[in-house]
Nanobody, 115 residues
Framework: QVQLVESGGGLVQPGGFLRLSCAASGNIFTIYDMGWYRQGPGKQREQVAVITLGGSTDYADSVKGRFTISRDNAKNAVYLQMNSLKPEDTAVYYC?????????WGQGTQVTVSS
């Protein structure tokens, strides 16, 4: 089993920034893909950013140039630096990792962008 613990969410004003963290623990040898997803009010969950074991990244068009995903393989952790936040970024953010061919989700952390 793999457990994920997310942190870093909160309330921020438009134009502000937040950094989300997600740490994995448990029966882990190698984490392949790591990613962040979000689900806004009344919306379906969507992919925000993913990073492969080799460091390749992919971003949703809506966050390109504002968000940066990174990972620390020694700590089994993934991060999401979110800059220039907009009200439409308000959502519950979930991290997801792929271990041994299986995907695991975190419990989610709330990000609210409001003045």
């Amino acid at each position: 089993q793999v457990q994920l613990v997310e942190s870093g969410g909160g309330l921020v004003q438009p134009g502000g920034f937040l950094r989300l963290s997600c740490a994995a623990s448990g029966n882990i040898f190698t984490i392949y893909d790591m990613g962040w997803y979000r689900q806004g009010p009344g919306k379906q969950r969507e992919q925000v950013a993913v990073i492969t074991l080799g460091g390749s990244t992919d971003y949703a068009d809506s966050v390109k140039g504002r968000f940066t995903i990174s990972r620390d393989n020694a700590k089994n952790a993934v991060y999401l630096q979110m800059n220039s936040l907009k009200p439409e970024d308000t959502a519950v953010y979930y991290c997801r990792v792929v271990v041994h061919g299986r995907g695991y989700w975190g419990q989610g952390t709330q990000v609210t962008v409001s003045s």
